[in-house]
């Protein structure tokens, strides 16, 4: 398992699931991964570089090996709320 965390931008997120996808690829699990990007703008609705959480769905949903997209840091669980559940809403994973 992988947690990739508080991971700002996402291109950087994808190279680290390509890393593990190489170092991993003559396993017989492979590298399961675990995603969970900061939402500290717009009361937590955005990420620090704007994107929102349907970029991050849209993003890492069509990544077999990613099993969970999370949130984390922003302003604390009531202003997560919704964020969390859109992710829920629309995902495959979260």
């Known amino acids: 398992m992988l947690?990739?965390?508080?991971?700002?931008?996402?291109?950087?997120?994808?190279?680290?699931?390509?890393a593990a996808n190489r170092v991993f690829k003559?396993?017989?699990?492979?590298?399961?991964?675990?995603?969970?990007?900061?939402f500290d703008l717009n009361g937590g609705q955005n990420m620090l570089t704007g994107s929102d959480p349907a970029a991050l769905v849209a993003t890492f949903d069509a990544f077999n090996e990613v099993d969970v997209l999370g949130v984390n840091?922003?302003?604390?669980?009531?202003?997560?709320?919704?964020?969390?559940?859109?992710?829920?809403?629309i995902g495959r994973v979260w």
């Open 3 to 18: 947690l990739i965390e508080t991971q700002q931008d996402m291109l950087v997120i994808k190279c680290a699931i390509s």
């Open 26 to 38: 003559n396993s017989a699990s492979g590298c399961r991964s675990w995603c969970r990007r900061p």
């Open 73 to 89: 840091c922003a302003f604390g669980p009531p202003e997560l709320t919704e964020t969390v559940r859109f992710i829920a809403r």
